[in-house]
């Protein structure tokens, strides 16, 4: 009797070793299985490449990346850092990146070029008219005065417009066409000219230097600065597109509730600028994202029409995408 019980208590413990074994190697292959399918939808997670200059419209952007709600909202923004324009179109032209941020006056000169690139939105730059001559305290008392910088760009239209408020033209003034950034800056603090106009980092830097803002985007009401993509990358990426600017509005709400200290280090690092200069970084008010205006679209082709750069008659409507917002 008793060598029964034992064989019998044998055959249970050998079955339920069995049974223990097979559930771990069920347990194995659904554990596998699920960590397959999650490989799989992180794979199938767009991505939406975006050419960007170290510019402050660009922090909303690299910090809903570093946050990770691009993911939340199923797209994984790579973003490419540029240190020129020139660098980003040529990435662009080349189709390394899907959108880029950029401003009016280049767009005119893309669809002048033929390249139908669309506008999604407007992004959060400023571009200041800085000067370190003591005899010139408004815009009006440049006449005659030497003005550092880019033709052809968004500088020339922001200081054109500038102008203009102050009963002005180019004419009125004497252009040096300086393209790199950190050369105009050099160049006004060592007394080379009378005036120039500054992304950050570089009008915090001079200020520190001692230099004066005569004017900036946000004072005159000028904003050129937008995001764009090709239509063909907004036919075959809508959702991405949407997904970004869902992304991006998390980032302004990051911000909004949070102390400058949380993210300060991170804006140093890619906007470039000094960390000697981290207590006198201001960072912008960020609003969540929106369409570009028609008029600053008008008034910039219109300018464009002047200079030659633009010969095609494209309407804002033709380059306004509604892909997030409506026209």
Request: aromatic content about 6%; charged content about 25%; some cysteine.
């Amino acid at each position: 009797m008793k060598i029964k019980t034992t064989r019998r208590m044998m055959m249970l413990l050998a079955l339920a070793l069995i049974i223990s074994i097979l559930g771990v190697a069920c347990n194995s292959k659904t554990d596998n299985a699920n960590a397959g399918n999650a490989g799989d939808k992180a794979s199938e997670t767009p991505e939406l490449s975006l050419g960007l200059l170290p510019s402050i419209d660009a922090i909303p952007f690299i910090i809903a990346h570093e946050q990770g709600f691009d993911q939340k909202h199923g797209v994984n923004l790579n973003i490419q850092t540029f240190k020129s324009a020139k660098d980003r179109d040529v990435a662009f032209q080349a189709g390394k990146i899907d959108g880029l941020s950029a401003d009016l006056v280049a767009i005119s000169i893309y669809n002048e070029a033929g390249l139908d690139v669309k506008i999604t939105s407007t992004t959060f730059g400023e571009f200041d008219l800085l000067t370190g001559n003591n005899e010139i305290q408004e815009v009006k008392d440049l006449k005659g005065k030497a003005v550092i910088l880019s033709k052809n760009t968004s500088t020339q239209y922001t200081v054109a417009m500038m102008l203009k408020q102050a009963g002005l033209t180019e004419k009125d003034i004497n252009i040096t066409e300086v393209p790199q950034i950190p050369t105009r800056l050099e160049l006004l603090k060592n007394n080379k000219a009378d005036a120039a106009i500054l992304p950050e980092p570089f009008v915090t830097m001079g200020k520190t230097s001692g230099l004066r803002v005569l004017s900036s985007t946000k004072q005159a009401q000028v904003n050129p600065f937008v995001l764009a993509f090709p239509q063909s990358v907004i036919e075959a990426k809508p959702d991405a597109v949407r997904a970004m600017y869902a992304a991006y509005d998390d980032a302004v709400a990051y911000m909004q509730s949070h102390d400058q200290k949380d993210y300060i280090d991170l804006v140093i690092k890619e906007v470039g600028y000094p960390e000697t200069l981290k207590d006198q970084i201001e960072v912008p008010a960020y609003i969540p994202a929106n369409q570009v205006d028609v008029k600053e679209v008008e008034s910039a082709f219109a300018w464009a029409r002047e200079q030659g750069l633009l010969t095609k008659d494209i309407t804002p409507e033709e380059v306004i995408s509604d892909v997030q917002f409506k026209k």
